[in-house]
C-alpha cells in the first residue's frame, strides 16, 4: 500500500506515534556522530543525518545487559526481563534496515534469544529515505533499498513524504491515523520514483562482491593483511559501530554473599584478543594479523543467503586508525 | 572452614590502590570480614607476620628494599596479586625506563650521583616474582577489585581486562575524541576497566590504566598522532607517561632518537 504524508500532516502523524510507546530518532551528538535517541519532537533529531555510531542492534541486544540473576543456596536463576516498553525506532535507514533482517535470522529464526525477541517484537520500525555520502556503499551489498523488514517507510518528497507501508503493524498505524494520510497520487509516484532513481547516481563508492568468498579464499596469504594489521589497533571499534556484527561475551559477577549473583553480557568483538581464547588455553587466532583477515572474511561471508556487510561505511568512519573497508578489501581481492 | 588469611601491601607508590581499598565504604566491612586481616598498611598499624593465603601489593619494585620485602612476601603468600599500575609496569616513576640511566635520573633529579636509596629501574613486581593476578589502575577500580575478591572467594578465575578503553566508548556510545576532534586519545592502547570515564567526560585518555601488554599498538598510534600533527617528542612523552616500561614503547623510543641522532650526524 502506497500513501501520502504531507508534510504539513508531519507534526501530527510524529506526536500520535508518542500514544504507541517510547519514540527514539536520530540526534546528532557530536560533528559525524549521531545517536538514537529518545525525542519528543521533531525538533530534536536530524532527519538528513548520515548514519548512527552506535547502530540500532543497541534496541535488542544491549550493549551490557543482565541475562540472568542466580542464587546457587536455592539452585535457581531467573531470567532478567524488565518492564517491556513499546518502542518506535523512528528514521532508520535501509542499510540498518537489512541488518537487522540478518539479526533476526541469527537471534529469532536459527535459535530463539529471549532477551532478544521479546524486544525486537515490542518494536515498530519506520525508516526514512536518505542519500550517500562518500562512505556509503550500500548499493553494491544490494541494500540501498528497503523492499521489507519495517512497519512502515517514508520517502520524502518536496511537499510531503511517500509512503510505503511493510507489516501489518504499519496498516494498523495507517489506519489509527487515517485523517493525516491521503492517497498518493500521479505527480507524487513520478517524484518518488525520481527521487530513487537520482539517489542512485549519487553513489562515489563502489565494491565488487561478485565472487568474493572465493576471491578472500584465493587472498588468504595476501601481504595486505599483515600490512593493515600493523596499522590496526585492534580495539574493535569496527565491530561495536557495525549493525550485524552479534558477538557477545558472558560474565558472570557474584555479590558480597557469594551465593547470588548475575550473569552478564557485552558486546563482544573478534579484534580483541580473548575473542579466540578457549578453555584450557589455545587462542586460534593469537595475532592481530589473524583476526583482521577473520573479520574481513567474516564480513565477506554469507548468513543465510545473506552478506555479513550492508555497506554502511560505519567501520570506515568511526576507525580510529583510518583503516578504509573498501579499500583494503578492494586491495585484498586484487581490484587496487 | 578457616578464613583466608590476607595481607596488603605497599612498595613504591603513592598507596592510592590501598586507599581505594578504604574508600569502598559499602562493601568494606563485610568483604573483610571473609578474612583474616594479617597486614594493612594503610587501614591498621596491627601486623602479624605468618603465611598468607593472599597478598595485594601495590607499588613498584624501586629500591633494593622493596625488592627484598617483594620476596619476602611472595615466598609466604599462596597467592600474589599486583595491585595498580606501579605494581603491574612501575607506572610514572617507569617513565624513563630503557632511555635513561638511574645515574642520570638521580643527577638530573637531585643533583647528586651517589645512590642514596639504593635505586633500581622501577618495575612491576612480574618482573622479579611469579604473579597471579595483575590488577590496572592508577588508581585501581573498587568495581574492579571487588570483582576480583568475590570471584576468588567463590572459586572462581577473576575476568581479566585486556580490551582497550575504545570499546567502552562504543559501549556507553561516547562520540570518539579521536576521530571526532583529533585529541590525542590513548584510548586505543590503554587497558580498559574505567568505563571509559575520560572519553565520557570529552576527554582525551592519557592512558593511566597502561598500554595493554603484549597488544598495544604503540607504532601506530604515533602514526595517528603525527599525522594530526601532533609533535613527535609529545607524543613519545604521552605514551611513556604510563607505559615507559612497556618494550614495544621503549622499542620505538629506541627508533626514533637513533633516525634523530642519523639526522643531526648529516647535518
Same mark, same amino acid.
Request: charged share 30%; aromatic share 8%; with cysteine.
Given at each position: 500500500?502506497?500513501?501520502?504524508?504531507?508534510?504539513?500532516?508531519?507534526?501530527?502523524?510524529?506526536?500520535?506515534?508518542?500514544?504507541?510507546?517510547?519514540?527514539?530518532?536520530?540526534?546528532?551528538?557530536?560533528?559525524?556522530?549521531?545517536?538514537?535517541?529518545?525525542?519528543?519532537? *521533531?525538533? +530534536?533529531?536530524? @532527519?538528513?543525518?548520515?548514519?548512527?555510531?552506535?547502530?540500532?542492534?543497541?534496541?535488542?541486544?544491549?550493549?551490557?545487559?543482565?541475562?540472568?540473576?542466580?542464587? +546457587?543456596?536455592?539452585?535457581?536463576?531467573?531470567?532478567?526481563?524488565?518492564?517491556?516498553?513499546?518502542?518506535?525506532?523512528?528514521?532508520?535507514?535501509?542499510?540498518?534496515?537489512?541488518?537487522?533482517?540478518? @539479526?533476526?535470522?541469527?537471534?529469532?529464526?536459527?535459535?530463539?534469544?529471549?532477551?532478544?525477541?521479546?524486544?525486537?517484537?515490542?518494536?515498530?520500525?519506520?525508516?526514512?529515505?536518505?542519500?550517500?555520502?562518500?562512505?556509503?556503499?550500500?548499493?553494491?551489498?544490494?541494500?540501498?533499498?528497503?523492499?521489507?523488514?519495517?512497519? @512502515?517507510?517514508?520517502?520524502?518528497?518536496?511537499?510531503?513524504?511517500?509512503?510505503?507501508?511493510?507489516?501489518?503493524?504499519?496498516?494498523?498505524?495507517?489506519?489509527?491515523?487515517?485523517?493525516?494520510?491521503?492517497?498518493?497520487?500521479?505527480?507524487?509516484?513520478?517524484?518518488?520514483?525520481?527521487?530513487?532513481?537520482?539517489?542512485?547516481?549519487?553513489?562515489?563508492?563502489?565494491?565488487?562482491?561478485?565472487?568474493?568468498?572465493?576471491?578472500?579464499?584465493?587472498?588468504?596469504?595476501?601481504?595486505?593483511?599483515?600490512?593493515?594489521?600493523?596499522?590496526?589497533?585492534?580495539?574493535?571499534?569496527?565491530?561495536?559501530?557495525?549493525?550485524?556484527?552479534?558477538?557477545?561475551?558472558?560474565?558472570?559477577?557474584?555479590?558480597?554473599?557469594?551465593?547470588?549473583?548475575?550473569?552478564?553480557?557485552?558486546?563482544?568483538?573478534?579484534?580483541?584478543?580473548?575473542?579466540?581464547?578457549?578453555?584450557?588455553? @589455545?587462542?586460534?587466532?593469537?595475532?592481530?594479523?589473524?583476526?583482521?583477515?577473520?573479520?574481513?572474511?567474516?564480513?565477506?561471508?554469507?548468513?543465510?543467503?545473506?552478506?555479513?556487510?550492508?555497506?554502511?561505511?560505519?567501520?570506515?568512519?568511526?576507525? *580510529?586508525?583510518?583503516?578504509?573497508?573498501?579499500?583494503?578489501?578492494?586491495?585484498?581481492?586484487?581490484?587496487? | 572452614?578457616?578464613?583466608?588469611?590476607?595481607?596488603?601491601?605497599?612498595?613504591?607508590?603513592?598507596?592510592?590502590?590501598?586507599?581505594?581499598?578504604?574508600?569502598?565504604?559499602?562493601?568494606?566491612?563485610?568483604?573483610? =570480614?571473609?578474612?583474616?586481616?594479617?597486614?594493612?598498611?594503610?587501614?591498621? =598499624?596491627?601486623?602479624?607476620?605468618? !603465611?598468607?593465603?593472599?597478598?595485594?601489593?601495590?607499588?613498584?619494585?624501586?629500591?633494593?628494599?622493596?625488592?627484598?620485602?617483594?620476596?619476602? &612476601?611472595?615466598?609466604? =603468600?599462596?597467592?600474589?596479586?599486583?595491585?595498580?599500575?606501579?605494581?603491574?609496569?612501575?607506572?610514572?616513576?617507569?617513565?624513563?625506563?630503557?632511555?635513561?640511566?638511574?645515574?642520570?635520573?638521580?643527577?638530573? #633529579?637531585?643533583?647528586? !650521583?651517589? $645512590?642514596?636509596?639504593?635505586?633500581?629501574?622501577?618495575?612491576?613486581?612480574?618482573?622479579?616474582?611469579?604473579? $597471579?593476578?595483575?590488577?590496572?589502575?592508577?588508581?585501581?577500580?573498587?568495581?574492579? &577489585?571487588?570483582?576480583?575478591?568475590?570471584?576468588?572467594?567463590?572459586?572462581?578465575?577473576?575476568?581479566?581486562?585486556?580490551?582497550?578503553?575504545? #570499546? !567502552?566508548?562504543?559501549?556507553?556510545?561516547?562520540?570518539?575524541?579521536?576521530?571526532?576532534?583529533?585529541?590525542?586519545?590513548?584510548?586505543?592502547?590503554?587497558?580498559?576497566?574505567? $568505563?571509559?570515564?575520560?572519553?565520557?567526560?570529552?576527554?582525551?585518555?592519557?592512558?593511566?590504566?597502561?598500554?595493554?601488554? $603484549? !597488544?598495544?599498538?604503540?607504532?601506530?598510534?604515533?602514526?595517528?598522532?603525527?599525522?594530526?600533527? %601532533?609533535?613527535?617528542? %609529545?607524543? &613519545?612523552?604521552?605514551?611513556?607517561?604510563?607505559?615507559?616500561?612497556?618494550?614495544?614503547?621503549?622499542?620505538?623510543?629506541?627508533? &626514533?632518537?637513533?633516525?634523530?641522532?642519523?639526522?643531526?650526524?648529516?647535518?
Amino acid at each position: 500500500m502506497y500513501k501520502k504524508l504531507a508534510k504539513t500532516e508531519f507534526p501530527r502523524f510524529f506526536e500520535g506515534l508518542g500514544n504507541l510507546g517510547k519514540v527514539y530518532g536520530p540526534v546528532n551528538i557530536e560533528g559525524s556522530t549521531y545517536e538514537f535517541r529518545e525525542v519528543q519532537s *521533531p525538533e +530534536e533529531m536530524d @532527519l538528513k543525518y548520515t548514519r548512527t555510531m552506535i547502530p540500532p542492534k543497541k534496541f535488542f541486544l544491549g550493549t551490557k545487559e543482565t541475562m540472568y540473576t542466580f542464587d +546457587e543456596e536455592k539452585a535457581v536463576y531467573t531470567p532478567a526481563i524488565g518492564k517491556q516498553e513499546k518502542t518506535i525506532i523512528f528514521g532508520i535507514h535501509a542499510c540498518d534496515i537489512h541488518a537487522l533482517k540478518l @539479526l533476526d535470522k541469527v537471534y529469532m529464526d536459527e535459535l530463539m534469544d529471549l532477551f532478544y525477541t521479546m524486544k525486537r517484537r515490542n518494536t515498530i520500525l519506520i525508516g526514512i529515505s536518505c542519500h550517500p555520502d562518500e562512505y556509503c556503499f550500500c548499493k553494491s551489498m544490494g541494500t540501498s533499498y528497503a523492499t521489507d523488514g519495517f512497519d @512502515l517507510f517514508l520517502h520524502e518528497l518536496s511537499d510531503g513524504y511517500f509512503v510505503r507501508v511493510g507489516s501489518e503493524k504499519g496498516h494498523q498505524i495507517i489506519e489509527a491515523n487515517k485523517p493525516l494520510f491521503i492517497d498518493a497520487d500521479e505527480k507524487d509516484v513520478e517524484e518518488f520514483k525520481m527521487n530513487e532513481k537520482k539517489r542512485l547516481e549519487e553513489f562515489n563508492l563502489e565494491l565488487n562482491v561478485l565472487g568474493l568468498q572465493d576471491m578472500l579464499d584465493l587472498a588468504y596469504e595476501s601481504p595486505v593483511w599483515q600490512e593493515t594489521a600493523d596499522e590496526c589497533f585492534g580495539c574493535g571499534t569496527c565491530n561495536l559501530t557495525c549493525p550485524t556484527c552479534r558477538c557477545y561475551d558472558v560474565v558472570d559477577y557474584v555479590g558480597l554473599d557469594l551465593k547470588t549473583g548475575e550473569r552478564v553480557r557485552r558486546w563482544d568483538s573478534c579484534m580483541l584478543r580473548k575473542h579466540g581464547l578457549v578453555a584450557g588455553g @589455545l587462542n586460534f587466532r593469537p595475532t592481530r594479523t589473524e583476526r583482521l583477515r577473520n573479520r574481513f572474511n567474516c564480513k565477506g561471508s554469507l548468513t543465510e543467503g545473506m552478506l555479513n556487510c550492508v555497506g554502511c561505511g560505519r567501520c570506515t568512519v568511526y576507525c *580510529p586508525a583510518e583503516i578504509n573497508f573498501v579499500e583494503v578489501m578492494k586491495k585484498v581481492i586484487g581490484e587496487l | 572452614m578457616a578464613k583466608p588469611k590476607l595481607g596488603i601491601f605497599s612498595l613504591t607508590g603513592c598507596g592510592g590502590d590501598q586507599l581505594m581499598i578504604l574508600n569502598m565504604e559499602n562493601e568494606l566491612l563485610d568483604l573483610l =570480614s571473609y578474612f583474616e586481616i594479617k597486614d594493612f598498611q594503610e587501614g591498621s =598499624s596491627y601486623h602479624e607476620d605468618v !603465611e598468607l593465603d593472599i597478598a595485594l601489593v601495590e607499588g613498584s619494585v624501586s629500591t633494593e628494599t622493596d625488592l627484598k620485602r617483594l620476596k619476602e &612476601i611472595r615466598e609466604k =603468600s599462596k597467592t600474589l596479586i599486583a595491585l595498580g599500575d606501579c605494581a603491574i609496569g612501575g607506572c610514572v616513576q617507569a617513565m624513563r625506563n630503557g632511555q635513561m640511566s638511574m645515574a642520570e635520573r638521580m643527577k638530573k #633529579v637531585y643533583g647528586v !650521583e651517589e $645512590d642514596y636509596y639504593d635505586v633500581l629501574e622501577p618495575k612491576g613486581l612480574s618482573a622479579h616474582v611469579k604473579v $597471579d593476578l595483575e590488577i590496572p589502575g592508577c588508581p585501581i577500580e573498587k568495581t574492579e &577489585i571487588f570483582r576480583a575478591i568475590t570471584s576468588l572467594l567463590h572459586g572462581d578465575l577473576p575476568e581479566t581486562i585486556d580490551y582497550p578503553v575504545c #570499546v !567502552e566508548c562504543k559501549l556507553n556510545g561516547y562520540p570518539c575524541v579521536l576521530v571526532e576532534k583529533g585529541m590525542p586519545c590513548l584510548g586505543p592502547l590503554t587497558t580498559a576497566g574505567c $568505563d571509559a570515564r575520560c572519553p565520557g567526560l570529552g576527554l582525551d585518555c592519557i592512558g593511566c590504566r597502561g598500554p595493554i601488554p $603484549d !597488544e598495544a599498538n604503540a607504532a601506530a598510534e604515533l602514526d595517528v598522532l603525527l599525522e594530526k600533527g %601532533y609533535d613527535e617528542k %609529545y607524543i &613519545i612523552n604521552r605514551l611513556r607517561f604510563f607505559g615507559g616500561n612497556f618494550e614495544d614503547i621503549q622499542k620505538l623510543t629506541k627508533k &626514533i632518537s637513533e633516525r634523530r641522532n642519523k639526522t643531526e650526524g648529516n647535518e
